[in-house]
């Protein structure tokens, strides 16, 4: 019987290291779709609304808003252009994906902390397989925004070309981040509680259900999120208003490859140290 003994190797070469995360990614491709179908047709076949509840938490948070603006408890400050709905639901799918893809790396190598000691396996299969499961309840989310546009008679017009890539970078930015918190995370389970509570947080000064205050202190808050650039230039691109922060958003693309090839090296480099100790 084979087998395997992790240790720590202080010599890291950058490019050697991504070379053998590609190798190791091809690999375990099927590895990884194997598992992302497993989880999710055990997550939709013991359910009797199936697919509904990929809507659940998106429908239930812009009711709450909805309620509160049309109640007068809330004054949104929302785009005069487009009808409240529109830009609360789009937001919250928006929101939706990005946590989701933030907490991606943590919770797919927990759910699995139980085998990672016992079998060998790239361990980026993990990784992979939960951007299989985003990407099956991304396009769920995005059918709910086609279909609240076309309830509103709302038709996106040529700037609807920008939304995949737009989207695309803020995938790839919440991901990337949640990858370098993982390793920490899987030792200190405080990180995670935190990650959650700092989205919470984080949603309120992004123009999720409501646009950019007109002044005070908020507003610098919204301006100093990044965020703020890609929502609203995601939500611009479907209910067809012009972009306003193209260069932003390409330049951010850009740094959150960078960051997310570093924390997959980080990630490749730091799993058997965190296999040793979770293991003890």
């Known amino acids: ?23 190791d990614t091809r690999s375990s491709n099927f590895l990884a779709y194997q598992m992302a179908k497993r989880d999710l047709q055990s997550q939709y076949r013991q359910s009797l609304l199936g697919f509904f509840w990929a809507f659940v938490p998106i429908i239930t948070n812009s009711v709450v808003w909805l309620f509160l603006n049309s109640s007068g408890t809330v004054n949104v400050n929302a785009e005069s252009s487009v ?100 390793p920490i995370g899987l030792i200190y389970t405080d990180i995670g509680k935190m990650l959650t509570t700092a989205v919470a947080f984080i949603m309120y000064i992004t123009p999720v259900v409501y646009a950019v205050p007109k002044q005070g202190l908020f507003k610098k808050l919204f301006e100093l999120n990044p965020l703020t650039y890609m929502f609203n230039d995601a939500r611009s691109s479907l209910i067809n208003l012009p972009l306003e922060n193209t260069s932003f958003i390409i330049i951010s ?15 490749r480099k730091s799993m058997p140290i965190i296999i040793e100790k979770i293991g003890m």
Do not use: C
């Not at 395997?4 to 053998?20: N, P, R, W």
């Open 1 to 23: 019987m084979r087998t395997t003994v992790y240790t720590s190797d202080k010599k890291t070469h950058f490019f050697q290291e991504l070379k053998a995360i590609y190798r």
């Open 253 to 267: 693309a850009a740094v959150s490859f960078l960051v997310m090839l570093i924390g997959l090296v980080i990630f």
């Open 83 to 182: 009808p409240y709905v529109v830009f609360v639901i789009i937001g919250t799918t928006l929101w939706s994906i990005f946590t989701e893809s933030l907490l991606i790396p943590l919770t797919s190598v927990n759910a699995a902390k139980s085998i990672l000691s016992k079998i060998n396996f790239p361990k980026e299969a993990l990784l992979i397989s939960g951007l299989y499961k985003m990407v099956f309840n991304l396009v769920l989310k995005l059918l709910l925004i086609a279909a609240i546009l076309l309830i509103y008679g709302i038709k996106p017009g040529s700037s609807l070309i920008a939304f995949p890539f737009i989207l695309l970078v803020i995938t790839i930015s919440s991901f990337s981040l949640g990858l370098l918190l993982t």
